[in-house]
């Protein structure tokens, strides 16, 4: 310790000697702003500011706080998590800043606070103040006590207005090392002023230069009352009202977790009206809408949070998953693909995905999807409860409809409640009933997803195509009728009216309905396979084999479609 300071003596005594040097010869003198400074000084900006940020997440927490143990120990993870963002952050702005500026530079020309600035010349420089920052050193934690040094300068004009007043050039010490600003500081009252003072804190001036001086320090003391009261009521209403809307959303957090929805729904909207444009409310509430069956104000909500924030996952999701009950697959599959780009692990929009390629008739790609939700350990069941139903309903359509089964009755047995869609399971257990012929079975399941969900796109097809099966030719009309209302230009509406047809005897109306069907159809291989079978029921082998090829195209995994070409050919033969 005793070799270390008077090295650190010799160095400022050789510096300030340099310096001395340099103004007796003319020189230019730089005063380099120093990184461990500005390091410093985002270490101790970071406390405060981490402090001020954790208040309202003080409050915030409360609502799903389980001890104030709990409380307090999520809230310290957020304050040091704040902390440690500011200070990366901040440092990175001073450090970038630091190589643009350079420093202060001295010289026969006058003084330059920055690189490219324009120096205040020696003749334009009317007084110096050299003033102690007790409170902002307090309030940043600096082990020095910072000071303020203020340039101030006539105006450039000549203009008699100007000349009351001065232009204050301010420059920190928390940038520079002490004894580099101790000398900065002595360069310019040297230069200006003739004199070496023993303290350089205080105010130079000439005494003609007094009264400007006084005008523009009582200016700028009303600048800094006017300022600071800014400060203190935006730091009050930006921390007030983030609390305020934190709180409050936590809190409908906590009445959805406890199934409260009517509470939930109250919570959210308020925090919607505390703060319009926090986007976190309007996906909750469209959540808490979808869950009440009010699917028209989920989606307003929905795309309401994604005006808000264009690259939330979830309200793109949720909305992909209202068009695919819809049946509008272009738009979910743009919806899919976006949240994917943003968030390729997604495990709810890789179901979404499955899904997609289930009702395109794509099954290996839908069953290779599941298969990655069904692999993850997730503490949310729901898309694994969802994935392992496309995964059997993708067993049923490749001819495996005893596999299926056996899959669905096995996640029956061990599920939560709270996140299984027993809908979904419903409806994929009911097709493989029909695949397997128990007719009565599968209308019954069918049933009681209607009872469940009400008439959904997917319900009236499933219970349509169980009654063409039962040849319940009245029972199938009014499903397809409540169809159509729902889509009119559905292709399976379409496809559903033309067996109708076929099964009353109407041959000719069956052929231009089955061929309307499949130019709506698309990519849809389950839809080619079957109007295909149509084909073949009504001895239109040759157009039966070319709808089986067709669904073949879009999915070589089709079992419909194979067992069609092979009910042709024997027919053939």
């Given at each position: 310790m005793s070799t270390e300071e008077p090295a650190a003596d010799s160095q400022s005594d050789n510096a300030g000697a340099a310096t001395a040097e340099a103004r007796k010869s003319?020189?230019?003198?730089?005063?380099?702003?120093?990184?461990?400074?500005?390091?410093?000084?985002?270490?101790?900006?970071?406390?405060?500011?981490?402090?001020?940020?954790?208040?309202?997440?003080?409050?915030?927490?409360?609502?799903?706080?389980?001890?104030?143990?709990?409380?307090?120990?999520?809230?310290?993870?957020?304050?040091?998590?704040?902390?440690?963002?500011?200070?990366?952050?901040?440092?990175?702005?001073?450090?970038?800043?630091?190589?643009?500026?350079?420093?202060?530079?001295?010289?026969?020309?006058?003084?330059?606070?920055?690189?490219?600035?324009?120096?205040?010349?020696?003749?334009?420089?009317?007084?110096?103040?050299i003033e102690p920052q007790v409170v902002f050193s307090k309030l940043f934690s600096l082990e020095t006590t910072a000071r303020k040094l203020t340039i101030y300068s006539k105006f450039m004009s000549d203009k008699k207005i100007f000349k009351n007043i001065l232009v204050p050039h301010p420059v920190p010490s928390f940038f520079f090392k002490p004894e580099v600003f101790e000398q900065m500081v002595r360069s310019i009252i040297s230069r200006k002023f003739d004199l070496e003072p023993v303290s350089i804190n205080g105010i130079f001036a000439f005494p003609q230069t007094q009264p400007p001086l006084k005008t523009t320090y009582k200016a700028l003391r009303y600048q800094q009352i006017l300022v600071t009261v800014l400060i203190a009521v935006g730091l009050v209403g930006l921390l007030g009202r983030k609390a305020a809307v934190n709180y409050v959303y936590n809190s409908g957090n906590h009445a959805l977790a406890a199934n409260n929805l009517p509470e939930a729904e109250r919570l959210y909207r308020t925090a919607t009206e505390i703060d319009p444009y926090f986007y976190a409310p309007f996906n909750n509430l469209a959540n808490v809408e979808f869950r009440r069956g009010d699917f028209t104000q989920a989606l307003k909500h929905w795309e309401?949070?994604?005006?808000?924030?264009?690259?939330?996952?979830?309200?793109?999701?949720?909305?992909?998953?209202?068009?695919?009950?819809?049946?509008?697959?272009?738009?979910?599959?743009?919806?899919?693909n976006s949240a994917l780009v943003l968030a390729p692990l997604n495990s709810h929009a890789l179901a979404n995905r499955a899904d997609y390629f289930l009702r395109m008739g794509n099954l290996k790609a839908a069953m290779g999807d599941a298969v990655s939700v069904i692999s993850k350990e997730e503490k949310e069941k729901r898309p694994v409860y969802t994935a392992q139903c496309i995964f059997a309903e993708g067993l049923v359509r490749s001819g495996k409809p005893r596999e299926g089964l056996k899959r669905l009755d096995a996640l029956a047995k061990n599920f939560n409640e709270a996140e299984f869609n027993r809908t979904l399971w419903l409806l994929a257990k009911a097709n493989a009933l029909l695949q397997v012929g128990d007719l009565k079975s599968a209308r019954s399941t069918a049933l009681?997803?209607?009872?469940?969900?009400?008439?959904?796109?997917?319900?009236?097809i499933q219970l349509a195509r169980i009654s063409i099966a039962r040849k319940s030719a009245d029972e199938t009309q009014n499903y397809v009728d409540r169809l159509s209302k729902l889509s009119?230009?559905?292709?399976?509406?379409?496809?559903?009216?033309?067996?109708?047809?076929?099964?009353?005897?109407?041959?000719?109306?069956?052929?231009?309905?089955?061929?309307?069907?499949?130019?709506?159809?698309?990519?849809?291989?389950l839809l080619f396979a079957e109007a295909g079978w149509l084909f073949h029921d009504m001895s239109e082998d040759e157009r039966a084999r070319e709808a089986a090829r067709k669904s073949l195209e879009l999915e070589p995994l089709t079992d419909s479609a194979l067992k069609l070409l092979d009910a042709v050919q024997h027919s053939a033969q």
């Open positions: 003319g020189a230019e003198e730089l005063f380099a702003i120093d990184s461990q400074c500005l390091a410093k000084l985002a270490q101790g900006s970071s406390v405060l500011i981490a402090s001020l940020l954790a208040i309202p997440d003080a409050v915030a927490l409360i609502p799903g706080a389980t001890s104030p143990l709990g409380w307090l120990l999520r809230l310290i993870g957020v304050w040091i998590s704040a902390a440690v963002l500011w200070f990366v952050g901040f440092l990175g702005i001073l450090q970038v800043v630091r190589l643009l500026v350079r420093g202060v530079s001295v010289g026969p020309s006058g003084i330059k606070l920055w690189r490219l600035a324009k120096p205040i010349a020696w003749d334009k420089l009317e007084a110096l103040a309401k949070a994604l005006q808000l924030k264009p690259d939330f996952v979830e309200p793109m999701i949720s909305i992909s998953y209202l068009h695919l009950q819809k049946g509008e697959y272009a738009k979910a599959k743009e919806l899919i009681e997803a209607q009872r469940r969900a009400g008439d959904s796109r997917d319900i009236l009119a230009d559905d292709a399976w509406c379409d496809l559903l009216q033309a067996k109708l047809s076929f099964l009353k005897g109407d041959r000719r109306r069956a052929e231009k309905e089955v061929e309307r069907a499949m130019q709506w159809a698309r990519n849809d291989a």
